[in-house]
């Protein structure tokens, strides 16, 4: 399937040429991020639209995902200004069209690209969804009877579920089906008989020998005609129907009808949505299809229904699980496991049942209607949506997570699978999965909602930014798309519309970042925008390198913050603002379900990899099942298999593995050994020979147990001689890394995850290439100072700033003279090479040529001056736009948050002091640092009336030798920090057009606060 994308020819596999040296420095337009384009609904101009398209050029975005919703505007637009309303509310009119075709040609003039979500919001739906093509529900009546009686009476009344989920959801009696009578007892007789409820319950045990299946003795008025044997009868009635439920604040078709989602368990319904939506606008700019219009985005899976349901469930579950679910139903009853919203408010414990069986069985048939509706989400939504979009020659985009559903298949069946920041507080275990779809289903491009959490608005700083996109890129994520950029809409306050940042919304439902003009780093944002393009150019060459793969069986993604990690739910480090104590997930879960208690003994063993070198993959059945015997899946080549306390699979997958390990790939099973299969049918057969193949596997040395606390990297390079593809000298559990490897070279994304600097040494197993460090701040290259061939591995020492990134190129080229042993600093410099250093003593450097040169630094070089005294100039903004200038004299320097005149100041702060330099310590080999410490958030310098470049990351320093004059110099540094301190003052003296800022304890450090020094560093020219 091959496209023409902007003059670059592209298909769905990877790249596998080398990088273009001269690319790097000038990279395409192809490698930029892109960023969520929020709309003001329909409530937008043309003209504006082309204007923000430039914007997004000049910034250095490739394009945009265009998302046209009413998220973050007047909710009761309707009543109060009705000529905004119809104007806001014409999505799938001529108009949404005129203004997407207006935004594609703009875009296409500029080489870039544009994607468009599959509704105006989420989940997809629209007013022009039916009843009978929305989200089916499962509804439950009830009634308690004691036998002998001969009943004949209507069946029990369906009870509705709790509304919850900011009022998303309608009643809807239209289209109510039957679909099931069943009846039982109470077990034993002993057990009271349970009731229908939504919280607070206790599961009820049932007789299974019990169950009566009515249904056949309903007839069509809904009366129930049965001889009731003998004791305390529960009769459940099993009603399927619409959801009722509507898209999160959409731009509607049709003013004033409500919206409905459509089934994501129906391939008809999607395909109806597809042909009207994009049908029509094939009429307005079918030319840019699979141009400049890339892909059909589907966004967050947040479905509020409690019992996901279908029309034709009961047949395709009977087809798929081989037998009939009907009178099983009530087992299945667990409240709000569907319901992300009753999730959210209820917490752990969604998935018990209120009726059960003694033993295992109740969760066997539960996993069977699950993996029903895993299938039925990803074959009959998901593969219809990518069918449509091959189609009509365009992508299908999505997150494939909230839903009860196999994530890794539903990645595998879209061309571009896309992960987020802010669901399950953006842990790299998560984060991995869509990295894992990569390999595993052979996906070149994987995208991320990035730089997204939750009540942290007008808090993301450059170096957050830059953070951020190194936990994506070392998980296999190689295309961002920043959330977001909204449209602006001057009927809004100050600083402007942003979705999920204005007044009309309620103070936890505000979150995300503002990558619109308005941000205060706009001016900076070319430069961090070709930081992240360098990035990507790297890493979307190539194919990701993995030799260890994790069997992974649980439908969907725990949603729960399990484990503390740098910049998780949006908080950096100790310096960093405070989390929201009403933030959900802002903190660590502390009431645990089976599922988190699983993934967080998951994520000690990831963490033991991770920390020790090795590179996973998460690995889903269907995977597994397709790989060749010697585990090659996808891309992936697996030195091994991993079931990480994992008590059930299938018995196909223990034939699997009998192949698998009869071919020299060895398995280990940690915590447990799997006793039988997770379904229900034939559970009893098919364990019996799934206990045998294990066993067999275990007696004859070919699989391993190992416990949950072992050591399993230990195991792996010790006992089973399986390397990663890095070795430290110690476990390193601040280094993340990925491994691209292209037909003539390989590359590596390192990332280090402190606020402090780190120097790590690290063994490649590269020895027949060479090492280039390719900075994507610069573009520069250069081969690399300082390594040594040790063995079958380049051993190289890396010095990592806070927070620091590095990419190596290996490849074959001529060898140049090089330091294989040196305590010192090293780089190249116009093709020098050089050492450097702060310390005084005799330094030996070792030679690749076998020569050595002692180095030495004395005490005389070195110099320190503090710079503690500085005056300060700003202004406050209050809330009329008046601005009043203030100007300090300080002793020391000290956070804005601890000066009360600046509590509230978000503007630019110009600090100014002077410095004296003596004549006789400005030397040729001397480098004169301005290290600045602790900014917030970023600097831009001035010495002697010359400007240097901003700092917007770590270490903040900045050599000022060419700038520095014998005698008295002069420096200026402009602070610019968040305007979230600006924000927080207007919630309190600005009245509602703020409100959402009210009351806000959270301030963001801000202003230069150091310590400042000037301090020497001597150079030395290795000569040769």
Same mark, same amino acid.
Not at 334 to 362: C, E, H, V, W
Not at 432 to 457: H, M
Not at 835 to 859: H, Q, W
Not at 884 to 905: A, Q
């Given at each position: ?141 009830? *009634? ?41 007892? @109470? ?7 349970? /009731? ?35 004791? &305390?009868? *529960? ?35 999607? /395909? ?9 606008? %094939? ?95 990803? #074959? ?28 890794? /298949? ?78 602006? $809409?001057? *009927? ?47 890493? *979307? ?32 480090? #100790? ?19 089976? $599922? ?7 994520? !000690? ?16 059945? #269907? ?28 018995? +196909? ?58 050591? &399993? ?17 110690? !476990? ?43 900075? @994507? ?38 060898? %140049? ?22 310390? @005084? ?31 300060? %100039? ?46 006789? $310590?400005?030397?040729? $080999?001397? /480098? ?20 240097? +470049? ?22 200026? &540094? ?43 560093? %001597? ?6």
């Amino acid at each position: 399937m091959k496209r023409i994308l902007n003059n670059r020819e592209t298909d769905m596999s990877f790249n596998l040429k080398e990088v273009d040296w001269s690319e790097f420095k000038s990279p395409p337009k192809y490698a930029r991020p892109l960023v969520r384009w929020w709309w003001t609904g329909l409530d937008v101009e043309k003209e504006e639209l082309i204007n923000e398209v430039k914007e997004l050029d000049e910034a250095g975005f490739l394009g945009a995902e265009i998302q046209a919703f009413m998220i973050g505007s007047p909710m009761d637009l309707e009543k109060k200004d009705k000529e905004r309303a119809a104007r806001s509310h014409r999505f799938m009119q001529p108009y949404y069209y005129e203004m997407v075709k207006a935004v594609l040609d703009e875009a296409s003039k500029r080489g870039m690209i544009m994607d468009l979500t599959i509704g105006s919001a989420w989940p997809a739906g629209g007013t022009h969804i039916s009843n009978e093509d929305s989200m089916k529900v499962l509804m439950v009546g009830q *009634q308690i009877i004691e036998g002998p009686l001969e009943y004949s009476d209507k069946i029990p009344e369906y009870t509705r579920p709790p509304k919850r989920g900011l009022g998303l959801i309608e009643d809807i009696e239209e289209g109510i089906k039957l679909e099931a009578v069943v009846a039982f007892k @109470p077990i034993n007789q002993v057990d009271k008989p349970g /009731k229908i409820a939504y919280r607070k319950f206790k599961t009820t045990n049932i007789d299974r020998d019990s169950i009566i299946d009515l249904t056949d003795k309903v007839d069509d008025d809904l009366y129930l005609n049965w001889n009731i044997p003998e004791g &305390i009868w *529960q009769i459940l009635s099993f009603y399927s129907g619409p959801s009722g439920i509507h898209p999160l604040a959409d731009s509607r078709s049709e003013p004033g009808k409500g919206s409905l989602v459509l089934d994501h368990l129906s391939s008809k319904s999607i /395909k109806k949505h597809m042909d009207l939506h994009l049908g029509e606008g %094939k009429k307005y700019f079918e030319n840019h299809f699979g141009t400049t219009l890339r892909a059909i985005f589907t966004d967050s899976l947040e479905l509020a229904s409690s019992w996901l349901w279908t029309e034709d469930l009961l047949n395709q579950f009977e087809k798929r699980r081989g037998y009939n679910l009907r009178p099983f139903l009530p087992i299945c009853f667990a409240p709000y496991r569907d319901n992300k919203y009753l999730q959210a408010f209820f917490g752990s414990g969604g998935d018990m049942p209120l009726f059960d069986f003694q033993g295992t069985i109740g969760e066997k048939i539960r996993y069977d209607y699950e993996k029903t509706i895993s299938d039925l989400f990803s #074959e009959e939504f998901v593969k219809t949506m990518t069918i449509w979009d091959e189609n009509n020659k365009l992508k299908n985009r999505i997150q494939a997570y909230g839903i009860r559903a196999d994530t890794l /298949k539903t990645y595998g069946i879209a061309h571009i699978p896309e992960t987020e920041n802010l669901y399950a507080g953006g842990a790299i275990d998560f984060l991995k999965f869509a990295g894992s779809a990569a390999i595993l289903y052979n996906k070149p491009l994987i995208t991320a909602e990035s730089i997204v959490w939750n009540q942290r608005d007008y808090m993301t700083t450059p170096l957050k930014w830059k953070v951020c996109a190194d936990r994506l890129f070392s998980s296999g994520i190689n295309q961002m798309i920043y959330h977001g950029f909204p449209y602006q $809409n001057k *009927q809004f306050p100050y600083p402007g519309f942003c979705g999920f940042s204005t007044p009309y919304l309620p103070k936890m439902a505000n979150f995300s970042s503002n990558f619109s003009r308005m941000n205060p780093f706009w001016d900076f944002f070319p430069i961090m925008n070709n930081y992240i393009t360098r990035c990507q150019y790297i890493l *979307q060459r190539g194919k990701p390198v993995s030799n260890i793969a994790i069997y992974y069986s649980v439908f969907n993604y725990c949603d729960a913050v399990l484990k503390k990690e740098e910049l998780m739910v949006g908080y950096l480090d #100790e310096f960093d603002a405070p989390l929201t104590e009403s933030a959900a997930l802002s903190s660590r879960k502390k009431k645990l379900d089976p $599922n988190d208690k699983w993934t967080l003994k998951l994520l !000690e063993l990831t963490d033991n990899l991770s920390a020790n070198g090795f590179f996973y993959t998460h690995i889903n059945e #269907e995977s597994v099942l397709n790989a060749s015997n010697n585990l090659i899946a996808g891309c992936g080549d697996f030195d091994i298999l991993i079931f990480p306390n994992i008590e059930k699979i299938s018995l +196909d997958i223990a034939r699997k593995l009998k192949e698998i390990n009869n071919s020299g790939i060895p398995i280990i099973f940690v915590g447990t050994l799997p006793d039988g299969q997770p379904g229900f049918l034939n559970f009893e057969k098919n364990d019996k020979e799934i206990k045998k193949i294990i066993n067999e596997l275990i007696e004859n040395r070919k699989a391993f147990l190992i416990e949950s606390n072992q050591n &399993i990297s230990q195991f792996l390079i010790q006992k089973l001689k399986i390397n990663p593809e890095l070795m430290f000298d110690q !476990e390193q559990p601040t280094i993340n890394y990925i491994l691209k490897k292209s037909e003539g070279a390989d590359y590596y994304f390192l990332r280090h995850s402190l606020n402090k600097p780190k120097k790590v040494n690290i063994r490649f197993p590269a020895t027949d290439k060479i090492p280039f460090i390719l900075d @994507p701040w610069s573009g520069n290259i250069c081969q690399a100072a300082q390594y040594k061939k040790e063995g079958n591995s380049i051993e190289m020492d890396l010095w990592f700033n806070a927070y620091g990134s590095i990419i190596i190129e290996f490849k074959k080229t001529e060898e %140049k003279l090089h330091i294989i042993e040196s305590k010192l600093k090293s780089e190249r410099i116009n093709g020098e090479l050089v050492c450097y250093g702060d310390t @005084p003593g005799k330094f030996i450097i070792k030679l690749s040529n076998g020569d050595e040169k002692v180095i030495e630094i004395n005490d005389e070089y070195l110099i320190s001056i503090p710079l503690n005294k500085w005056h300060l %100039k700003t202004n406050i903004r209050d809330h009329l736009g008046n601005i009043s200038s203030i100007e300090k004299s300080l002793e020391e320097l000290k956070d804005w948050r601890e000066i009360p005149e600046l509590k509230y100041c978000s503007s630019k702060g110009l600090y100014t002091t002077k410095f004296t330099i003596e004549e006789n $310590n400005i030397q040729n $080999n001397l /480098k004169f640092l301005l290290s600045l410490g602790r900014v917030h958030d970023v600097a831009v310098v001035k010495i002697n009336g010359s400007i240097t +470049d901003p700092l917007l990351v770590y270490p903040y320093e900045i050599d000022i030798t060419p700038h520095i004059k014998s005698g008295e110099n002069e420096i200026e &540094i402009e602070i610019t920090p968040t305007l979230r301190n600006r924000l927080n003052g207007y919630g309190e003296k600005g009245g509602k057009n703020w409100k959402n800022h009210k009351n806000r304890k959270e301030f963001m450090p801000s202003g230069l606060i150091g310590p400042v020094i000037i301090k020497t560093i %001597k150079l030395f020219k290795i000569r040769y």
